[in-house]
């Protein structure tokens, strides 16, 4: 059975247990609760494999292993790639947005690393690594991508009030140069954030974990995926595939201001979407 299969069969019975469990509102809410909920874990496929493909080499690689672990984790990542591409999961316009995620996050992570925001232990070891960042770091951020393409074609996006794209474009391009620019003068985060909820404040996201849409403000929209993904950077970070200073010798968790950083990544990766698929406005809504 193909994924594209299995992914019609999943459908058939979630349609299924819709007609067995659905009897009034709260029914209706909770099952488009659990729906949501599976939506979104499809969505992230490549994240949550990416994510377990670093904790399981951190638990059961060995030490002594004639390859380096950072090299089994990029090799994986590749194989991951090239199985959301073989099984069809992403379209080839996907794809090349994943892409660009991949460089731009390539390039983020070097600079980086060599301006002390966090180091990857022992990438001087491995084999596929560039100026102390291991290549697999790249695909991190392609996870994110894949997320965000995937999410809007799952959930069916639509909006009201979208802001011009020209504005989102120059408040991504104004956060992506902050992210390099405040290691050298002032840090212009909060005027961001202040930017941010001016562009998107008014922004309505509609989506359908069933058969209707439903809408959220996108600001919070934004915030929650940024908060799930630092919770899978807690454990990236104790799986030890990279470190923050203070995390040198001691897993402790990561620090809260990286919510923030994680919060302004997102609508970089909102804005790189939108010039790939354009917005879509939502049709009247019941």
């Keep these: 059975m193909s994924l594209r299969e299995l992914e019609a069969w999943f459908h ?8 067995r469990w659905v009897r009034g509102p709260w029914s209706l809410a909770a099952f488009e609760f659990l729906s949501f909920g599976i939506k979104q874990g499809w969505a992230c496929l490549f994240g949550g494999l990416m994510l377990a493909l670093i904790l399981g080499v951190y638990l059961f690689y060995p030490d002594s292993a004639p390859l380096h672990r950072f ?3 990029t090799l994986g990542a590749v194989a991951i790639q090239l199985g959301m591409i073989a099984f069809r999961l992403e379209s080839w ?30 990438a001087d070891q491995a084999l596929f690594a560039i100026w102390g960042v291991p290549l697999f770091s790249g695909f991190m951020y392609a996870s994110v991508g894949s997320y965000m393409t995937r999410v809007w074609r799952i959930f069916d996006f639509r909006f009201d009030r979208f802001p011009p794209v020209w504005a989102q474009a120059v408040l991504a391009l104004a956060i992506y140069i902050n992210f390099f620019s405040h290691h050298y003068v002032i840090d212009v ?4 954030f202040a930017a941010s909820a001016l562009i998107y404040g008014p922004c309505v996201i509609w989506f359908r974990p069933d058969r209707k849409h439903r809408f959220m403000p996108l600001l919070l929209g934004l915030v929650l995926v ?3 993904i630092w919770f899978a950077e807690n454990i990236g970070t ?24 994680w919060f302004l990544l997102m609508q970089i990766s909102f804005v790189l979407v939108v010039l790939t698929r354009g917005a879509e406005r939502p049709d009247k809504q019941s």
Excluded: C, N
């Design 189 to 192: 985060r909060w005027a961001l």
């Design 226 to 228: 940024a908060l799930f």
């Design 93 to 122: 316009a996907e794809v090349r947005i994943i892409a660009v995620f991949h460089v731009v996050g390539t390039a983020m992570e070097v600079f980086k690393v060599h301006a002390g925001s966090w180091v990857y232990p022992g």
């Design 71 to 73: 090299d089994v984790i």
């Design 238 to 261: 104790y799986a030890r595939a990279w470190s923050y200073p203070g995390q040198e010798h001691q897993w402790t968790m990561v620090s809260l201001a990286k919510l923030g950083s």
């Design 12 to 19: 058939r019975e979630r349609e299924a247990l819709r007609a």
